[in-house]
């Protein structure tokens, strides 16, 4: 498909649009509100870059006036106040220089402060926008390629905050100051070659540059690409050793690397095409600035040292000149690199406080759902209408054939997604109107799949309750059956897990999960297939103390394996997102129905397994 004329300005009017957006964005971490000391760095940072051009600007007349001095008359002068004055000059002139770098080291100096700080505040939100989020967009998201996107994001922050104060700006002002000279004192066919010259580069460097940025886009998604399918294959290590996959993977990342490396190729050559025009026209303007110079100087109109002089201006504003080019496309591409990033920033938090919501209030943890609807996707439902009350203290359980939305009562109980309809009630309050910080610190869920930090078995332990002491963990770990395992371990509680907790078996790993959860002591208790992943015995010395733990609070065990909820208060069926069935193991039994037929089909698995075992 081709792209015509009015597309492609509409993108190009939409980029400069996101750019705009991004410096907007940016502003008011250069500008802290209520941060005088920041502010005053800025404007520190902008009078030293003041004085630092003014006094680049004012070198060459000294270096003029030596050339004049040391030529006057057509010979080279003598005596010894000529030598005195000739050396001030030359003195001066050093001082100058010294002095034009010194205020340059003294912008940066003060301006570094408000950079790094704005470079830290943006990250920080970044961070902490992508934790508001909801479950539905990480879930859609792949790692791999958000990781990539902040990175970007936040080395493009950098370079901009540094180049425009850095570069930019002292490049503008240079030029101005420089124009000025040509204008007023050399004549004004000077100032409008330096201007033809500069617009003429400048114009070009844009088009340029615009063209090399959709190759840049297209190499960054290729970039994104390859980093996803890499990160995502070293997460599945496991799996892809299992299938014998790692030409298959190999093959895959390759693919998205050829990719990379063809959009790489177009970036160099446009680079070199860009580069050697820019060196052409800015080349073509000196030359020309320096001819109309040289026949001043024939003529008798300009001295040798008006010469020097241009020559001196023409060096000077050619060196920013020639970085101009690579310092704007380095900043269109921060600009695009941080466009993504602040498209981050934009999404929407799906699941969000309420204005003024107040925090949960916990009394007994009645839990109570009712009329509730919910489905991932509109058009295909998951819950259809449960009505389910959970009493104040009690353990009750919920079951039901995988897709049936057992696990989905979870999520929408700790508020990973709301409600499509209904209402979900803990003690008369609706989760919807009470803060997420609360509801979350009133809830302990030990997850059917439980993931681990890379950091040793106390951190992740302790990620239950940051304040707790090392003996609140040790007995956490206790009641678990983890401790003596950990101690048994070369580094005990130092021991590192690993990537996502792979250094521990699943069932280790479940156990930290269950340790966690305990040392958290929520006053309401979600057992998500808590004990999947354990054998028969150490199943059965956790459920001990998943009873003890669950005095006096309230538990929602969802489970697979039917003999680890026997002893629930109560326990609902649920089959195609409804409650099918309800009552106490022996009530169940007696019906004979859906869970009847579970029952005795677990029953007959575990005769089998023994019989194999046996």
């Given amino acids: 498909m081709s792209i015509t004329a009015p597309d492609l300005q509409s993108a190009e009017t939409a980029e400069r649009r996101s750019g705009w957006r991004t410096v907007r964005s940016v502003t008011p971490y250069l500008w802290p ?53 000739a050396v001030a000059i030359t003195v001066a002139y050093g001082v100058a220089r010294l002095m034009s770098v010194g205020f340059d080291q003294l912008r940066d100096v003060a301006f570094a402060k408000v950079g790094q700080r704005a470079l830290r505040l943006i990250a920080l939100e970044t961070f902490k926008h992508l934790h508001n989020l909801s479950l539905r967009y990480h879930i859609s998201r ?50 409008l070659v330096l201007v033809a010259a500069i617009t003429v580069y400048v114009y070009f460097t844009i088009k340029v540059t615009s063209w090399r940025v959709q190759i840049r886009k297209e190499m960054n998604r290729q970039d994104t690409e390859a980093n996803q399918k890499a990160v995502d294959s070293l997460l599945n290590f496991e799996t892809v050793k299992y299938f014998g996959a790692e030409s298959r993977e190999a093959n895959r990342y390759d693919q998205s690397m050829r990719g990379y490396e063809q959009a790489a190729l177009k970036t160099s050559y446009s680079l070199a095409f860009l580069n050697f025009g820019q060196s052409l026209l800015i080349t073509t303007g000196t030359v020309t600035v320096m001819v109309l110079a040289a026949l001043g100087v024939l003529n008798g109109q300009l001295t040798v040292g008006d010469f020097v002089l241009v020559n001196a201006y023409m060096i000077q504003v050619t060196i920013p000149l020639n970085f101009l080019g690579t310092v704007y496309r380095e900043i269109r591409q921060s600009l695009v690199d941080m466009g993504e ?66 696990s989905t009562i979870g999520k929408l109980l700790f508020r990973f997604f709301d409600v499509s309809g209904g209402a979900l009630i803990i003690d008369g309050q609706d989760v919807r109107d009470v803060t997420q910080a609360s509801l979350h610190a009133a809830i302990g869920i030990v997850p059917q799949d439980t993931v681990l930090f890379n950091e040793t078995i106390y951190y992740n332990i302790a990620y239950g309750h940051p304040r707790a002491t090392k003996d609140d963990v040790e007995e956490a770990a206790k009641a678990a059956q983890l401790h003596d395992f ?3 371990l070369p580094e005990g509680y130092s021991t590192e897990v690993g990537e996502r907790g792979l250094k521990l078996s699943g069932g280790e790993k479940q156990r930290v999960g269950i340790c966690r959860t305990l040392l958290k002591n929520p006053r309401i208790l979600l057992l998500d297939e808590a004990t999947s992943a354990l054998d028969s ?62 029952w005795q089909t677990q029953l007959a698995e575990e005769e089998d397994a023994d019989l194999q075992a046996a």
């Fill in 33 to 85: 509100k209520d941060d005088f000391g920041g502010r005053a760095r800025v404007v520190l940072a902008l009078l030293a870059l003041a004085c630092a051009k003014l006094l680049s600007v004012i070198t060459p007349f000294i270096y003029k006036s030596a050339v004049d001095a040391l030529t006057s008359g057509g010979e080279i002068s003598t005596g010894f106040a000529f030598a005195v004055g």
């Fill in 142 to 191: 792949k790692t791999g390629g958000l990781s990539r996107i902040i990175e970007r994001g936040t080395k493009g922050v950098e370079f901009l905050l540094r180049f425009i104060l850095l570069a930019i700006g002292p490049l503008i002002l240079e030029l101005l100051l420089v124009s000025a000279i040509f204008l007023f004192i050399l004549g004004v066919q000077y100032f």
């Fill in 341 to 406: 990033m602040f498209d981050l920033l934009e999404q929407p938090s799906e699941v969000k406080d309420k204005p003024g919501a107040r925090d949960i209030k916990v009394t007994g943890g009645e839990i109570a759902l009712q009329n509730l609807h919910f489905g991932y996707d509109s058009k295909r439902p998951i819950l259809k209408g449960i009505n389910l009350t959970v009493p104040a203290g009690k353990k009750v359980a919920i079951v039901g054939p995988s897709g049936s939305g057992k």
């Fill in 486 to 488: 950990i101690m048994s």
């Fill in 537 to 598: 015995e150490t199943e059965r010395e956790i459920q001990d103390n998943f009873r003890v733990a669950g005095e006096g609070r309230t538990v929602i065990a969802i489970a697979h394996r039917l003999s680890t909820i026997v002893h629930s208060d109560m326990i609902f069926v649920l089959e195609k997102g409804r409650i099918a069935e309800l009552g106490t193991h022996e009530d169940l039994l007696r019906l004979e129905g859906r869970y009847a037929d579970m």
